[in-house]
């Protein structure tokens, strides 16, 4: 039997509900994206290292500063 992923939703979720965003989950060997709309569609999985850079390109993209 496995555990359940303890996911989280991310804390810039939009809207009343809160469903317009993603949840993230630590699995320790990897790291899982999934829709909160529709969490049941599927998952990406990250290791942690390739995680963090996927991460901080989003963060550089976001505040207009990517070349």
């Given at each position: ?26 699995a ?40």
């Amino acid at each position: 039997m496995t555990n359940p992923l303890p996911w989280q939703k991310s804390s810039f979720s939009e809207g009343g509900d809160g469903n317009t965003c993603v949840e993230i989950a630590d699995a320790c060997t990897h790291i899982a994206i999934r829709d909160s709309k529709d969490p049941a569609r599927g998952t990406l999985t990250f290791p942690p290292r390739a995680f963090a850079t996927f991460v901080e390109v989003l963060k550089r993209d976001t505040s207009g500063t990517a070349t």
